[in-house]
Nanobody, 121 residues
Framework: QVQLVESGGGLVQPGGSLRLSCAAS????????IGWFRQAPGKEREGVSC????????YYADSVKGRFTISRDNAKNTVYLQMNSLKPEDTAVYYC??????????????WGQGTQVTVSS
């Protein structure tokens, strides 16, 4: 069974940090790019970050560049998103998804269930 399971979300104060995890199973993890997306109430889904399958190249939305870091551990079939200097506007449900490659408009094969991140004082 193909699965992507996000974890690590929660409530944090502005300026705080969280680390999200995306654990994959049921497919050849090493062959897939993994992206993080988020959706807040009243807004459309937006891409946050992506890490490629080959050389591990990373990509970030301008809104999170310098604050978030994506990484992958192929031995553990897991992708991480380290989120620092969090702002209230980062509040959203965060999803991970697998694709053949990182792209602005990706073809997404698998999605996780999402994890809630709330940044509030």
């Amino acid at each position: 069974q193909v699965q992507l399971v996000e974890s690590g979300g929660g409530l944090v104060q502005p300026g705080g940090s969280l680390r999200l995890s995306c654990a994959a199973s049921g497919f050849t993890f090493d062959y897939y790019a993994i992206g993080w997306f988020r959706q807040a109430p009243g807004k459309e889904r937006e891409g946050v970050s992506c890490i490629s399958s080959g050389d591990g190249s990373t990509y970030y939305a301008d809104s999170v560049k310098g604050r978030f870091t994506i990484s992958r551990d192929n031995a553990k079939n897991t992708v991480y998103l380290q989120m620092n200097s969090l702002k209230p506007e980062d509040t959203a449900v965060y999803y991970c998804a697998a694709s053949d490659k990182c792209a602005v408009v990706p073809t997404l094969d698998y999605w996780g269930q999402g994890t809630q991140v709330t940044v509030s004082s």
